[in-house]
């Protein structure tokens, strides 16, 4: 047994590894050191909600309910369910109020976790005003137009969208669908 110290080899090894773990951890803290400085967030909120007294209702009926054990809402529950952060800007509430009563028919499928025999079954079986004031609360859960949880892409055109569509979109799509970013555009936009 070699009781002297470390063979070549393995001195080049653990400075390797002892120069990524001092560039990890400089870089961490020269991050840390510019987003303090320059007051941006690293993760910027891009969902917002201004409650009605109805929404504040369902939002605590929502929490009551266990149904942060499997959706994420307000930025607090899980992940196990869809999150539901913004879905007020995908879903319309009378959209939302069908769903929660008859979530299957909505989809036409059976749901993972709402349908029967399913843990969240009972979703379709609270009363009536459960029902409404969990449907405003989703309604008024919003996001940022442009981010990830919004309907809408980032205002205005975007050269690069353009692009891809022009090569990639079958010419049949322009007369099928609409351009989701024309939705309230000016007319001189409209007509790019």
């Not at 913004?86 to 879903?91: A, L, M, N, Q």
Request: hydrophobic share 35%.
């Amino acid at each position: 047994m070699k009781t002297g110290g470390l063979r070549l080899g393995e001195k080049v090894l653990f400075g390797i590894a002892a120069a990524f773990v001092l560039f990890a951890v400089v870089s961490f803290v020269a991050m840390e050191i510019y987003r303090a400085h320059s007051g941006k967030k690293m993760y910027a909120a891009t969902s917002h909600y201004d409650f009605s007294p109805e929404g504040l209702n369902g939002s605590q009926r929502f929490r009551e309910l266990g149904c942060t054990s499997c959706h994420r809402a307000v930025r607090n529950g899980t992940n196990s369910g869809v999150n539901l952060d913004g879905i007020g800007s995908r879903r319309s509430l009378d959209y939302l109020n069908v769903f929660m009563r008859e979530p299957e028919a909505t989809y036409g499928t059976q749901t993972m976790d709402h349908g029967a025999g399913k843990g969240a079954a009972y979703v379709a079986q609270l009363p009536e005003q459960d029902l409404h004031s969990l449907a405003v609360f989703l309604s008024e859960l919003k996001a940022t137009q442009g981010s990830p949880d919004a309907r809408l892409p980032v205002e205005g055109r975007s050269g690069f969208i353009d692009e891809m569509v022009k090569i990639w979109a079958p010419s049949s799509w322009k007369s099928q669908y609409h351009d989701v970013r024309e939705e309230g555009a000016p007319a001189h936009d409209k007509d790019r």
